[in-house]
T-cell receptor
Protein backbone atom coordinates (compact mmCIF):
# COMPACT_ATOMS: atom_id res chain seq x y z
CA UNK A 1 0.00 0.00 0.00
CA UNK A 2 1.09 3.52 -0.78
CA UNK A 3 1.87 5.31 2.46
CA UNK A 4 1.03 8.99 2.90
CA UNK A 5 1.53 10.85 6.13
CA UNK A 6 0.28 14.37 6.68
CA UNK A 7 1.46 16.62 9.48
CA UNK A 8 0.21 18.25 11.52
CA UNK A 9 -3.21 16.60 11.57
CA UNK A 10 -4.75 19.51 13.44
CA UNK A 11 -3.60 23.09 13.78
CA UNK A 12 -5.11 26.28 15.13
CA UNK A 13 -3.37 29.50 14.22
CA UNK A 14 -4.01 33.22 14.09
CA UNK A 15 -4.60 35.44 11.09
CA UNK A 16 -1.36 36.69 9.55
CA UNK A 17 0.87 33.88 10.77
CA UNK A 18 2.73 31.54 8.39
CA UNK A 19 1.71 27.89 8.29
CA UNK A 20 3.37 24.92 6.62
CA UNK A 21 1.69 21.58 6.09
CA UNK A 22 3.79 18.56 5.22
CA UNK A 23 2.97 15.56 3.10
CA UNK A 24 5.33 12.60 3.21
CA UNK A 25 5.08 9.54 0.96
CA UNK A 26 7.05 6.33 1.18
CA UNK A 27 6.55 4.87 -2.29
CA UNK A 28 8.63 7.12 -4.56
CA UNK A 29 5.63 8.33 -6.57
CA UNK A 30 6.32 11.13 -9.01
CA UNK A 31 3.06 13.05 -8.76
CA UNK A 32 1.74 14.66 -5.57
CA UNK A 33 -1.22 16.96 -4.97
CA UNK A 34 -2.69 19.31 -2.40
CA UNK A 35 -6.48 19.73 -2.20
CA UNK A 36 -8.71 21.63 0.17
CA UNK A 37 -12.16 20.45 1.21
CA UNK A 38 -14.91 22.88 2.12
CA UNK A 39 -18.65 22.39 2.61
CA UNK A 40 -20.52 23.12 -0.60
CA UNK A 41 -17.36 23.04 -2.69
CA UNK A 42 -16.17 19.46 -2.54
CA UNK A 43 -12.44 19.10 -3.11
CA UNK A 44 -10.52 21.74 -5.03
CA UNK A 45 -6.96 21.44 -6.27
CA UNK A 46 -4.49 23.96 -4.83
CA UNK A 47 -1.15 22.90 -6.32
CA UNK A 48 0.43 19.77 -7.66
CA UNK A 49 3.92 18.48 -8.35
CA UNK A 50 5.18 16.25 -11.14
CA UNK A 51 8.70 15.84 -9.81
CA UNK A 52 11.37 17.34 -7.62
CA UNK A 53 11.23 21.13 -7.98
CA UNK A 54 8.47 20.80 -10.61
CA UNK A 55 5.15 22.23 -9.48
CA UNK A 56 2.08 23.82 -11.02
CA UNK A 57 -0.96 25.74 -9.88
CA UNK A 58 -4.40 24.33 -9.45
CA UNK A 59 -7.84 25.89 -9.30
CA UNK A 60 -7.42 27.74 -5.97
CA UNK A 61 -3.72 28.54 -5.67
CA UNK A 62 -3.92 32.18 -4.53
CA UNK A 63 -2.41 32.61 -1.06
CA UNK A 64 -0.57 29.27 -1.19
CA UNK A 65 2.91 28.19 -2.21
CA UNK A 66 4.46 24.74 -2.42
CA UNK A 67 7.88 23.18 -2.50
CA UNK A 68 9.23 19.78 -3.36
CA UNK A 69 12.94 19.42 -2.67
CA UNK A 70 12.78 15.63 -2.26
CA UNK A 71 10.61 13.05 -3.98
CA UNK A 72 9.02 12.00 -0.71
CA UNK A 73 8.04 15.41 0.67
CA UNK A 74 5.56 17.98 -0.65
CA UNK A 75 5.11 21.09 1.48
CA UNK A 76 2.16 23.49 1.38
CA UNK A 77 2.79 26.96 2.83
CA UNK A 78 0.36 29.69 3.73
CA UNK A 79 2.63 32.74 3.93
CA UNK A 80 0.08 34.78 5.89
CA UNK A 81 -2.93 32.77 6.93
CA UNK A 82 -6.44 34.21 6.57
CA UNK A 83 -9.75 33.01 7.96
CA UNK A 84 -10.84 31.99 4.45
CA UNK A 85 -8.09 29.38 4.53
CA UNK A 86 -9.75 27.55 7.40
CA UNK A 87 -10.30 24.16 5.80
CA UNK A 88 -9.34 20.51 5.70
CA UNK A 89 -6.31 19.93 3.50
CA UNK A 90 -5.66 16.63 1.77
CA UNK A 91 -2.50 15.40 0.14
CA UNK A 92 -2.71 12.79 -2.60
CA UNK A 93 -0.47 10.77 -4.89
CA UNK A 94 -1.24 9.70 -8.43
CA UNK A 95 -1.82 6.22 -9.73
CA UNK A 96 -0.70 4.09 -6.80
CA UNK A 97 -1.63 0.92 -8.65
CA UNK A 98 0.27 1.75 -11.80
CA UNK A 99 -2.83 1.45 -13.95
CA UNK A 100 -2.55 4.94 -15.44
CA UNK A 101 -6.22 5.74 -14.91
CA UNK A 102 -5.62 8.97 -13.03
CA UNK A 103 -6.69 7.44 -9.72
CA UNK A 104 -5.51 9.29 -6.62
CA UNK A 105 -4.69 7.92 -3.16
CA UNK A 106 -5.35 10.33 -0.32
CA UNK A 107 -3.81 11.03 3.03
CA UNK A 108 -5.93 11.40 6.17
CA UNK A 109 -6.13 15.17 6.02
CA UNK A 110 -4.93 18.17 8.03
CA UNK A 111 -7.56 20.32 9.69
CA UNK A 112 -6.49 23.97 9.83
CA UNK A 113 -8.37 26.64 11.76
CA UNK A 114 -7.38 30.28 11.30
CA UNK A 115 -8.75 32.57 14.01
CA UNK B 1 -13.16 23.10 -18.57
CA UNK B 2 -13.99 19.82 -16.93
CA UNK B 3 -16.77 19.66 -14.37
CA UNK B 4 -18.75 17.15 -12.32
CA UNK B 5 -22.30 17.68 -11.07
CA UNK B 6 -23.92 15.56 -8.37
CA UNK B 7 -26.82 15.96 -5.95
CA UNK B 8 -25.55 17.40 -2.67
CA UNK B 9 -28.14 16.13 -0.25
CA UNK B 10 -28.28 15.22 2.48
CA UNK B 11 -29.96 12.10 1.18
CA UNK B 12 -31.73 10.21 3.96
CA UNK B 13 -32.84 6.61 3.43
CA UNK B 14 -34.01 3.76 5.57
CA UNK B 15 -31.90 0.64 5.92
CA UNK B 16 -32.36 -1.83 3.02
CA UNK B 17 -33.63 0.88 0.68
CA UNK B 18 -32.40 1.22 -2.90
CA UNK B 19 -29.83 3.96 -3.44
CA UNK B 20 -29.14 6.10 -6.49
CA UNK B 21 -26.80 9.09 -6.45
CA UNK B 22 -26.73 10.89 -9.77
CA UNK B 23 -23.50 12.14 -11.33
CA UNK B 24 -23.05 13.86 -14.68
CA UNK B 25 -19.90 15.29 -16.16
CA UNK B 26 -18.42 17.47 -18.86
CA UNK B 27 -14.93 16.80 -20.17
CA UNK B 28 -12.86 17.81 -23.16
CA UNK B 29 -11.25 14.41 -23.64
CA UNK B 30 -11.89 10.80 -22.70
CA UNK B 31 -12.12 10.74 -18.92
CA UNK B 32 -11.82 8.01 -16.40
CA UNK B 33 -14.60 8.20 -13.82
CA UNK B 34 -14.48 7.50 -10.10
CA UNK B 35 -16.57 7.32 -6.99
CA UNK B 36 -14.84 8.07 -3.70
CA UNK B 37 -16.31 7.66 -0.22
CA UNK B 38 -15.44 9.61 2.91
CA UNK B 39 -16.48 8.25 6.30
CA UNK B 40 -16.74 10.69 9.21
CA UNK B 41 -13.35 12.03 10.28
CA UNK B 42 -11.47 10.15 7.60
CA UNK B 43 -9.84 10.77 4.23
CA UNK B 44 -11.21 9.77 0.85
CA UNK B 45 -11.16 6.16 -0.25
CA UNK B 46 -11.66 4.93 -3.79
CA UNK B 47 -14.97 3.07 -4.00
CA UNK B 48 -15.04 2.14 -7.68
CA UNK B 49 -13.91 3.32 -11.09
CA UNK B 50 -14.51 2.94 -14.83
CA UNK B 51 -12.08 3.90 -17.54
CA UNK B 52 -14.08 3.69 -20.78
CA UNK B 53 -17.62 3.86 -22.08
CA UNK B 54 -19.98 1.07 -20.96
CA UNK B 55 -17.56 -0.13 -18.28
CA UNK B 56 -19.21 -1.00 -14.97
CA UNK B 57 -17.32 -0.41 -11.76
CA UNK B 58 -18.40 -2.32 -8.67
CA UNK B 59 -17.32 -2.73 -5.06
CA UNK B 60 -18.99 -3.52 -1.71
CA UNK B 61 -22.40 -3.87 -3.40
CA UNK B 62 -22.13 -0.48 -5.12
CA UNK B 63 -22.20 -0.20 -8.91
CA UNK B 64 -21.84 2.55 -11.50
CA UNK B 65 -21.87 2.35 -15.30
CA UNK B 66 -19.94 4.76 -17.53
CA UNK B 67 -22.56 6.15 -19.96
CA UNK B 68 -20.88 8.26 -22.62
CA UNK B 69 -24.12 9.04 -24.45
CA UNK B 70 -25.63 10.68 -21.36
CA UNK B 71 -22.28 11.74 -19.80
CA UNK B 72 -23.29 10.07 -16.57
CA UNK B 73 -21.88 7.77 -13.89
CA UNK B 74 -24.69 7.21 -11.41
CA UNK B 75 -23.93 5.30 -8.21
CA UNK B 76 -26.39 2.55 -7.17
CA UNK B 77 -26.77 0.03 -4.38
CA UNK B 78 -29.62 -2.38 -4.01
CA UNK B 79 -29.86 -2.46 -0.22
CA UNK B 80 -28.10 0.11 1.91
CA UNK B 81 -26.88 -0.37 5.47
CA UNK B 82 -26.33 2.05 8.32
CA UNK B 83 -22.60 1.58 7.78
CA UNK B 84 -22.94 3.14 4.30
CA UNK B 85 -23.59 6.53 5.88
CA UNK B 86 -20.84 8.76 4.49
CA UNK B 87 -20.11 11.46 1.93
CA UNK B 88 -19.80 10.22 -1.66
CA UNK B 89 -17.81 12.08 -4.30
CA UNK B 90 -17.97 11.61 -8.05
CA UNK B 91 -14.76 12.56 -9.88
CA UNK B 92 -13.12 12.45 -13.26
CA UNK B 93 -9.62 12.34 -14.68
CA UNK B 94 -9.35 13.70 -18.18
CA UNK B 95 -6.43 11.88 -19.70
CA UNK B 96 -6.25 14.15 -22.68
CA UNK B 97 -6.09 17.24 -20.52
CA UNK B 98 -2.67 17.22 -18.92
CA UNK B 99 -2.34 13.53 -19.54
CA UNK B 100 -4.41 12.75 -16.50
CA UNK B 101 -1.58 13.87 -14.26
CA UNK B 102 -3.07 17.20 -13.24
CA UNK B 103 -5.36 15.63 -10.70
CA UNK B 104 -9.04 14.80 -10.42
CA UNK B 105 -12.03 17.09 -10.85
CA UNK B 106 -14.55 16.44 -8.08
CA UNK B 107 -18.24 17.00 -7.62
CA UNK B 108 -19.34 18.75 -4.44
CA UNK B 109 -20.16 15.53 -2.63
CA UNK B 110 -23.41 13.87 -1.52
CA UNK B 111 -24.00 13.33 2.17
CA UNK B 112 -25.82 10.01 2.65
CA UNK B 113 -27.58 9.20 5.91
CA UNK B 114 -28.98 5.72 6.46
CA UNK B 115 -31.46 5.33 9.30
CA UNK B 116 -32.06 1.98 11.04
Amino acid sequence: DAGITQSPRHKVTETGTPVTLRCHQTENHRYMYWYRQDPGHGLRLIHYSYGVKDTDKGEVSDGYSVSRSKTEDFLLTLESATSSQTSVYFCAINDPGGTHTGELFFGEGSRLTVL
Amino acid sequence: GDSVTQMEGPVTLSEEAFLTINCTYTATGYPSLFWYVQYPGEGLQLLLKATKADDKGSNKGFEATYRKETTSFHLEKGSVQVSDSAVYFCALSDRYSGGGADGLTFGKGTHLIIQP
